[in-house]
């Protein structure tokens, strides 16, 4: 039996490891938080992920509520 009483909290993490500007780049949202990266890796993540959280909200999904396979196949479709 599931406990209803607990709130699933689900929250995806972006990592761009080819920086060398030494700047800190992060982007957060609820749902996400995007660090790291050149100034294009970490633009290209984020755009990324802000258009997959866009897609899964006009399906009336939240993280929580989507399938590993399926979230694989939006990032893959919003790729810049």
């Known amino acids: 039996m599931r406990d209803n009483t607990k709130t699933n909290k689900s929250h995806l993490l972006g990592i761009g490891l080819d920086h060398e500007d030494g700047?800190?780049?992060?982007t957060q949202s609820e749902q996400f938080t995007i660090v790291g990266g050149s100034e294009s890796t970490h633009?290209?993540?984020a755009?990324?992920?802000?258009r997959?959280?866009?897609e899964l909200d006009n399906k009336g999904k939240s993280l929580a509520d989507c399938e590993p396979?399926?979230?694989?196949?939006?990032l893959d479709?919003?790729?810049?």
């Open 77 to 80: 479709k919003h790729k810049s």
């Open 43 to 45: 633009e290209k993540m």
């Open 23 to 26: 700047h800190k780049r992060i």
């Open 52 to 54: 997959t959280f866009e």
């Open 47 to 50: 755009y990324t992920v802000i």
């Open 69 to 74: 396979n399926e979230l694989e196949d939006l």
